[in-house]
C-alpha cells in the first residue's frame, strides 16, 4: 500500500465555445437529447462502436457507450431548463481528480440559435485540458450544426 501527495497542483480552469445554428432552438435542444450519437464521437470510426447517449433527466447521464457492454459517463445532469440550458457535472472521463462543471445554454439570434458551453474545471488539471477541451466542445457542436442545418 502506498499513500503520498502528487506534485501535480490543483488548479482551476474554464473553456468556453459557441456556436449559431441556424435553426429553431427547440429543434436544436431536441437533437442535443435525441442523436448525441450523431453529434458527439471521435472519428467515423467509433461512431457505430461507442455511440454516445444522453439522457434528459435530473441525473441522467451524458455517456460514450463502450463496445464490451460497458459505458464512460462524461457527466450528469444537475439542470434542466427546456430550450434554454443544462448543467453538467463529472469528470469528463479524466482518470486525474478533477471536477467539471459544464453549462450548455440554448439562446435565439436572429438566423437561429446560439449554443454555448461553458466548460470550468478545477482539479489535477494538465496544461493542455482547458484546450483540449474547448477543442472537443466545437468539434462536437460544429457536428451537431452540420446535422440539425440538414434536416
Known sequence: MSTKFLDTPA???????????????????????????NWF???????????TRCEEKMGGRFYIELPNGGF???GEITMIKPNEKIRLRGDCTMPQ????NMTVSFEDTDSGT?????HRMSGEILDDFPEGFEEGWLDGLQKLKALVESK
Do not use: C
Open 72 to 74: 464512460n459517463v462524461i
Open 114 to 118: 446560439r449554443v454555448s458551453v461553458d
Open 41 to 51: 464521437y471521435e472519428s467515423e470510426s467509433t461512431k457505430e462502436t461507442t455511440p
Open 11 to 37: 488548479r482551476v480552469a474554464q473553456s468556453q465555445t459557441e456556436i449559431t445554428i441556424e435553426a429553431p432552438r427547440e429543434l436544436v435542444y431536441r437533437t442535443w437529447f435525441d442523436e448525441p450519437h
Open 97 to 100: 481528480a478533477t471536477l467539471m
